[in-house]
């Protein structure tokens, strides 16, 4: 998501907390904690308890998932007032219909309004429906978001781009336990022509979290 | 930590590199195997404390945390743990390097 | 239409809960019910898991935070463990 419109954050550019640049990793001195997470694979290989095979296919599972898997159902959602009630009704069945699952976690589906705006958040880690948006965005774990957005969303929604007026009730939802949450954003006006596919383009990744609406159509 | 002081958000997004994924996914499986569970990470991860969470990096935290549950689950010894990351550590410089011998 | 309003304890106990601090004490209304989970404070710990039923439940932004609250009519949303709630009487 382009967010170069603002111009915060500078003080911390390009170096993690602890003072290492993040990438490239492989040409920079060895950590301590690179030194425990070898150790700890190549352990557990050895032992049988995890296969290198494994372990690769999870990072490859994990590199495939990406935003535009949860486009896809929200598209969906758009063109099809079944599939949409359905998955307001029970997102992880919905979800699996497409062939994504939610796996032990439950999936609940909130529908953005002109009236309703809802946005998601973990204040107590950084729960994320990770298996229809791929890994979660650096400012999603931080606690600049997640010490404000259940205190003042207006001020942090604004901060991404987005005001919503005084006549739409916003409501945080703090995933604190066995649900992950997908916002299922408005659909843009002027958009009545456009099939799934071309819908799908118009979701970004932050409107499905709930800090933006999807994109306006070219 | 909701409704606490902080400052302004950090757009700025780094890329994923190799050793982070690798942690999530040791920990994907392990839990997915039942060493232990996902309350157990976090709750490792809580009790690091404050300073950790200014000091270390989100997967720094993780490999530490996986680490401790595993040693809990009895998956390994500390003597074995530390007799492989003396081994890793003396295969080089980078973690290129030190990430080949076991591949 | 009646709503089931609940409060969650005030308790503090040391080590892992999914309770956030914010909202120990703090009346809501059960905005769904999502069935019966693992324990999360038993398996944090290596220990047999009881079930537990969690529920959804919505504060105003104004039982929250009081007169800091930024628009008090807006609502924060979290799941919270059965045993983490007391009735309250309706006044």
Redesign the interface.
Known sequence: MP?DH?D??HE???L???GHP????????????????????????E?G??T?E??TQ??EA??RRSPADGAKVVARAWVDPDYKARLLADGSAAINEMGFHADAM?L?VLENTADVHNVV?C????CYPRNLLG?P???Y????????V???????LS??GLTLP?TT???????????RYLILPARPEGTADMDETALAALINRDSMIGVAQASAPE | MGGQPAGDIDFDQHNFALWEKRVDALLVLTSGKGYFTVDGLRRVLEDMGEEAFETMTYYERWVQSVNQNMLEAGAYSLEELSTKMAEVTARGETYGDCAGGGE | MSEHHVRVKDWFPPGHVRTPFFLRGKTGVIERELGAFENPEQRAYRQKPDMRKLVRVRFTMVEVWGEDAETPTDTLDAEIYEHWLEPVNAT
């Not at chain 1, 990438?23 to 352990?43: F, G, N, S």
């Not at chain 1, 259940?150 to 942090?156: C, D, E, I, N, Q």
Request: aromatic share 6%; hydrophobic share 35%.
């Open positions: 967010h603002h915060h954050g911390h550019d390009h993690s907390p602890s993040y990438q490239p990793d492989q040409d920079h001195p060895l950590t301590k904690w690179q030194a425990m997470e070898i150790a700890m694979r190549e352990l557990l290989v032992k308890i995890l290198r494994e372990i999870t990072v994990m590199d439950k609940v958040v204040t107590l880690c950084s890994l965005p650096d400012w774990k931080q606690r600049a978001y997640r010490s404000r259940v205190k003042t969303p207006r001020a942090v901060e991404f005084d009730q916003v409501r945080v939802h703090d995933s604190t336990a066995d649900m």
